[in-house]
């Protein structure tokens, strides 16, 4: 059974750095692609950031140069650093693997 398990959302100030963390079981996870997509109130799910089996990445345009997706295959973890925090990044953020698989979801609130 392939399992999502994401951790490392919470409340934050805008500013403010977050790191979440996505652990995987039941797949082989180093040849997966992984993603973190997210969905705020009244709004598509949107790509946030994806990563490949080789490492290369790829970014929406509003998240770059302040969100860095990263994997480490030896503990099956795909992890989102979230620097500069704005409040429109608020929202359930949500691992996917290979557009197969999700998480339950974390929650990222940013306000003062």
């Known amino acids: 059974q392939v399992q999502l398990v994401e951790s490392g959302g919470g409340p934050v100030q805008p500013g403010g750095s977050l790191r979440l963390s996505c652990a995987v079981s039941?797949?082989?996870?180093?040849?997966?692609?992984m993603g973190w997509y997210r969905q705020a109130p009244g709004k598509q799910r949107e790509l946030v950031a994806v990563i490949s089996s080789g490492g290369n990445t790829n970014y929406t345009d509003s998240v770059k140069g302040r969100f860095t997706i990263s994997r480490d295959n030896a503990k099956n973890t795909v992890y989102l650093q979230m620097n500069s925090l704005k409040p429109e990044d608020t929202a359930v953020y949500y691992c996917?693997?290979?557009?197969?698989?999700w998480g339950q979801g974390t929650q990222v609130t940013v306000s003062s």
């Open positions: 996917n693997l290979g557009m197969k698989y």
């Open positions: 039941g797949i082989f996870f180093r040849l997966s692609v």
